[in-house]
């Protein structure tokens, strides 16, 4: 028989046929005890009989083996060549011969031949096939090869991550997992067997029929192209399919490998609304904003406000180098190098325009991707206004703080005091007869007294207007003083005389670092002592509060706002800031300046 023809798929599969309607009346010849395998199938291809070599062979009892589909004793590779064998042994009235692997389940060492004869039963009319199984002899080397080539391309099929389907003639005779995913199929019987073209939605009937017709043999399309196909639920998929034409000992099959793109389709869909949408943020940000490629170190997009801010118009800036705006100062330069895992970092850099004009930006790198390409979004503020700006609200601060200084002194301070005097008076008159009475409201005096001398001290912290007055020096030690009575706490303080230098501004900002430092550790850090120290170098000054307290953990860090009062403070007097503390070793606030006329 031709190859080509056994293993093309020719008929549909076969209906079932009711298992008491078997043909057991023609079965009138003996061949339990033949030395030869033979079956009775149904044309459904069951054993409806076996012999004894038969049961050996399958490695089954006789009667456990009526009404087993003999496809399950079929290596998987060949099981569509049974059922082709079987249907054309059901339709013709001569002997067919087929030449197929049994499965490892069963004593067969090699491949084998079917050989089938087929029979109408006259009492019942259903064709049946007498079947011997036989050890084969394939005598042509291309058998073989053909053989080898289809074991190859199973396994392949197995792994490939592609749908593919192995087609002869107009028939499906192999598909892998990923196409019955595709097709929605739950088993390899409801794709295969069946016309390839059934798959094939009817828009791509001519296109692909015109591919396949002119698929060289043996050889693969240089590219591939669209196709739409029809899922066995009915709906309709777009996939890009290749074709190649495989060689199976002399026989060619079609193999088709088709790729469902619209997952990547709809990604790139996205992709292109994400960048759309990112486009138009980029151009309604109120900052100065642009994005930074790191695989390149070159602009890729940059808004309007940015282009103002430094100067230069789109063109020269988008696919040029971080180098084509001028920034100068400290961390300009580590812009790329950060990473997805950090969050964002700023810079305080000068950035230089191209008229020779230079401000004083603050500068925000995000690690971000545009796309897929690793980025770096750069966000831009001139800090000049905001400069201003906070410079403004720290002058209203502090007027604000002498108003309410003069107010507590004014009013509440004297009115403590007068409510203390009319207590005293009301006990001296009571001394005389209710000594008892005189006594508690003596006590009241005392506490209202204490009061007036806490608010007094809290008016005198709050005025600035003493620093000008007595200097930096006294007003410095009275803040020591005032802490250690209002706490109960050893106060100390070490302070070089010669501050004669300070400008008022300068010496407010100290005064009110060293001031909210020595609050924060008596409030929270339950200390025994607190110790001020104020130093003076050549060209810098150190001030530096430490005391005893629980201290507190990196974790823990104080991020409130009296820390970044003190921060922009030293920041004022181009100072820096530095808090050290461990737990149970108490903390360490310290304020490095530069003196006037140095930088």
Partial sequence: MDQAVKIGLKNPRPKTIPENRQPEAVLAADYRLSPVAQVVLDRNGCIRRCNLAAAILLKGETSQ???IPFVAFVDKVDCRLFLDHVSQATSRPQRIVSRLVLSRTTRAVGPIELQTTSSVDPLTGLTFCRTAIVQASFEKPLTDGLRSRQYGYQGWFDLFADAAFLGIGDRIISANPSALKLLGARKADEIEGHEIMEIIHPESYRSFKKRTARLPEGKAEATGAEEKLVRLDGQEIVVDVVLKSVDFGGVFA????????SKEREMEENLVRARA????????NSIATAVLSCETGRFTETNEIFCRLVGRPPESIIGQPLSAIQLTGEGDAGFLNLTSQTDSREYEVNLVRPDGSALNVLVTAKPTLAGDERSILLMIQDLTDLRRLRK??????????RRFSRDLHDSHCQDLTAIAFFAETIAAGLASHDKEAAKQIRMLVDMVQRSAENVHALAAGLDSQQIQEAGLTIALEKLVSRVGRRFGLTCTAAIDRNLEDRTAAQALHLYRIAQEAMSNAARHGRPHFIKLEFQLDVDTGTLRITD???GFTREKTPNGLGLRTMEYRASLIRGSLKIESKPGSGTVVTCSFPLPGER
């Fill in 392 to 401: 403004d609200i720290v002058a209203i601060s502090e007027e604000e703080q």
């Fill in 548 to 550: 005893d307290g629980v």
């Fill in 277 to 284: 949408l990112s486009s138009q943020i980029l151009a309604n």
């Fill in 65 to 67: 083996l009526i009404g």
């Fill in 254 to 261: 079609t193999l088709v490998v088709a790729r469902d793109g």
